[in-house]
């Protein structure tokens, strides 16, 4: 087992992961509200789709961001959402089996691309293979990437190191964040040299520069299910998700870089 080490200041990102990792606390929402729990490499996107349901709907949406792995566990304790949209299946897997969403309204949402990031905007390529020695090129730095064994950004990227013979050298010298966002602002704030998060997220800040993609095949498939949430309102939720699937909402997805799934 490693000791990953972490960082013992930068503010601005210890407020940031703070935000994101927030539970939601609170009552269930009123007639016409909508809760959700998105991942929280959605935010860009979720934002506009956000501003969108509102302007059509006239009903207020609260979405809550986090790592997956932190939504679920939010949502087996009985957190009050109507709806989940996960960064990988299998915390949606995991709900389900717990019983907490319900199956008959899930489906695949969207679909991504993990990164190597470096700080700043100036920084040179590289080509993301066996041959690439990451370890050195960290020096006595650190690796930003989502918690490796929760997070799905995390376990991507590690998944990604291993496939490519490179995780035993880089390990210990990975910082973890408690969500993607998290470990980008790391990356953004000159916390860490580098870090590997979403293509999506490298697109939402200006300070880091992508230098490399990681083959889609050294890692599994990066899906985003979405479902309703047992016990939400079932029309409400129903509304929400067909939302999602609709052109504006599609088309905020497609402007952050995400790729849209097929039905």
């Not at 080490?5 to 210890?14: G, I, K, L, S, W």
């Not at 998944?159 to 470990?183: F, H, I, M, T």
């Not at 509304?239 to 699937?245: E, Q």
């Amino acid at each position: 087992m490693h000791d990953f080490p972490v960082f013992p200041r930068a503010a601005r990102v210890v407020a940031l992961s703070a935000l994101l990792g927030l539970p939601l606390t609170g009552g269930a929402a009123g007639a016409g509200e909508l809760t959700v729990f998105a991942a929280a490499s959605m935010k860009t996107a979720m934002d506009e789709v956000e501003a969108g349901w509102e302007a059509a709907t006239g009903h207020e949406l609260t979405v809550s961001y986090a790592g997956s792995s932190a939504l679920a566990r939010q949502i087996e304790r009985g957190a009050p959402a109507d709806v989940f949209i996960s960064a990988n299946p299998g915390w949606m897997d995991h709900l389900e089996a717990a019983g907490r969403i319900d199956p008959g309204t899930r489906f695949d949402l969207l679909g991504n691309r993990i990164v190597l990031i470096a700080h700043g905007q100036d920084a040179g390529g590289v080509s993301l293979s066996a041959e690439f020695d990451l370890a050195a090129r960290l020096g006595e730095n650190r690796l930003a990437m989502a918690l490796v064994e929760a997070v799905p950004a995390g376990i991507y990227g590690k998944a990604a190191l291993e496939s490519l013979g490179l995780w035993d050298a880089v390990a210990p010298k990975v910082a973890q964040a408690d969500n993607v966002r998290a470990a980008l602002a790391l990356v953004a704030t000159g916390e860490a040299p580098l870090g590997i998060v979403y293509a999506t997220d490298a697109r939402a800040e200006d300070d880091v520069t992508v230098i490399g993609t990681f083959p889609a095949d050294s890692h599994p498939p990066i899906v985003y299910p979405a479902a309703a949430v047992t016990g939400a309102d079932p029309a409400r939720a129903a509304a929400f998700l067909r939302h999602l699937r609709g052109d504006l909402a599609r088309a905020a997805f497609e402007r952050q870089g995400f790729a849209l799934a097929t039905d």
